[in-house]
């Protein structure tokens, strides 16, 4: 199993109507979140923010701006099969809601981290009847201020 880091630092997200990032796994291969680290970057005031990740229902239409994927633990294993995007001419439809992620703007920080055995690591399946089966979506639901979206994943 190879894991992997996925970051957005300090921007601005737009609630409910575009991706923080989407992360699309290859057609052959599941994949797993294992870890996810949200911190609100957005000044002095306290203010509620939240994220929320989700399975996607179907796919968007012609996506853009990728985001890295970086090999969390040793730069000699091989580089992600998966893809991870930002922008989209047609959003991904989001299904179920898998995780909430509230926050503060002024740096309060949401951490979650899967079981050692990874029993409750969030699993997204690959090879499946449906190519969204293997897509998952972060999106703000609320926001108040700049924010940081770290989600570390692992390759099946």
């Not at 979140?33 to 957005?42: F, K, L, R, S």
């Not at 890295?68 to 001419?89: F, G, L, Y």
Request: glycine share 8%.
């Amino acid at each position: 199993m190879n894991f992997y880091n996925i970051i957005r630092n300090n921007f601005t997200p737009v609630a409910n109507t575009e991706d923080v990032f989407t992360v699309m796994g290859a057609s052959n291969r599941s994949w797993m979140i294992v870890e996810i680290d949200i911190t609100g970057a957005g000044g002095s005031t306290a203010a509620f923010t939240e994220f929320a990740i989700y399975r996607v229902g179907t796919v968007g239409v012609t996506s853009s701006n990728t985001v890295t994927i970086v090999r969390a633990n040793n730069a000699n294993q091989p580089a992600a099969a998966m893809t991870c995007v930002r922008t989209w001419s047609t959003i991904p439809v989001v299904s179920d809601l898998v995780h909430s992620c509230p926050v503060n703007s002024n740096g309060f920080r949401h951490y979650w981290r899967a079981k050692t055995d990874l029993s409750d690591a969030i699993e997204f399946q690959g090879g499946g009847t449906s190519v969204a089966a293997a897509h998952a979506s972060v999106r703000a639901l609320t926001v108040n201020g700049n924010s940081t979206v770290r989600i570390k994943v692992a390759e099946i």
